[in-house]
């Protein structure tokens, strides 16, 4: 029994060191690639974030509030620590951690899972939800990779492990211990796998909350004689959460010299809001016209999406009434029960 599981845990341990062996050089940059565009991606939302806040307290006079400062101190040391390790990306250095998905990409390139297999490709496609087009796909082969690679080297351990503990006569603990080594490494591969229906799920849920604001205020700004873009930049300053950071991020872009089409372009995949889209496709297409024009289908769209807003209230009410109707049923009968049983208990027959 030991000296079977012994040598299935060599065996793992020779596929996972061939893995590891074999990468190439185009591996290595597939991480350090991928890495640098997670660093450059949060350098620029806490640069968003850094000038927010200091917008604000400029506005408002805090420049002495000491939250805020605090505030500031955190989001400074943030962008620092980002910029530190967006550094040691460019030079090509990957840090102890990213030796776990090199065996994930080495078995991915030994499979040929290319960008039209049906796991990368939905992958692909929750990704470039909250991730431009490049960086989704890349982000998607890491977030793979580093699921496969946890699993392999978490059945080298748990066996490994298995086989020591038998040894020293553990007896049915030996198998405790290898499963939770295993599940352990495993539970780190697919934390990164969960987290992006959860980030999927409340960007939607934030942005269709927040739209019927941002419309509201673009609509006054636009109304009131202020040109698009001031108002754009009114809003974007003023506001907190997604829908905001994003417009945000359209007036780094544009502060970057990248084309208005472009940037707005960007938000609209980021977004993935049909009234994102509208939004978006109306100020791209209408900036030429004037802003007569843009005043008339910003009315329209405040409109629509602040109608949107009512029945998605009210179908979320009737979908929580609905969740409650068991439970008041389940409480009818309980009280039903206190009431006819004392009844019942008191009457006798002789």
């Known amino acids: 029994m030991e000296i079977a599981i012994i040598f299935i845990a060599t065996i793992l341990f020779l596929i996972y060191a061939y893995l590891i062996m074999t990468a190439g050089p185009a591996i290595t940059e597939a991480i350090v690639t991928c890495r640098k565009e997670t660093a450059a991606e949060n350098i620029k939302m806490t640069t968003i974030s850094l000038n927010k806040l200091v917008a604000r307290m400029q506005k408002r006079n805090e420049l002495k509030d000491k939250a805020m400062i605090k505030k500031g101190k955190k989001l400074k040391a943030k962008l620092d620590e980002n910029k530190k390790a967006l550094e040691r990306y460019e030079k090509g250095k990957p840090g102890l951690g990213d030796l776990i998905p090199v065996a994930g990409y080495r078995f991915i390139q030994l499979m040929r899972w290319d960008a039209s297999n049906d796991f990368v490709k939905k992958l692909n496609g929750q990704c470039v939800q909250f991730k431009e087009k490049k960086e989704a796909i890349n982000y998607s082969y890491f977030v793979l990779a580093n699921l496969i690679g946890s699993i392999v080297l978490g059945a080298v351990v748990g066996i490994a492990l ?93 502060n970057n010299n990248i084309a208005p089409a472009e940037a707005y372009s960007k938000f609209m995949v980021k977004c993935n809001n049909n009234y994102a889209n509208k939004l978006a496709t109306a100020i791209i297409q209408n900036t030429a016209k004037g802003n007569s024009e843009i005043v008339s289908l910003f009315r329209r769209l405040n409109d629509e999406c602040w109608m949107e807003r009512k029945h998605s209230a009210k179908r979320m009410g009737e979908k929580i009434q609905s969740k409650l109707l068991v439970p008041t049923l389940l409480m009818f009968g309980g009280i039903l029960l206190l009431v006819i049983v004392p009844v019942v208990s008191g009457f006798s027959f002789f």
């Open 162 to 254: 298995l086989g020591v503990f038998l040894s020293l006569n553990f007896g049915i603990k030996s198998a405790i211990f290898a499963v939770g080594a295993f599940a352990l490494f495993a539970i780190i591969g697919y934390l990164p796998l969960d987290n992006l229906n959860s980030i999927i799920n409340e960007r939607k849920e934030e942005i269709e909350n927040q739209f019927p604001q941002v419309a509201s205020e673009l609509t006054l700004l636009t109304v009131s004689g202020m040109e698009v873009s001031q108002a754009w930049k009114l809003v974007a300053e003023n506001g907190d959460g997604v829908l905001y950071d994003e417009m945000s991020r359209v007036l780094l872009d544009l």
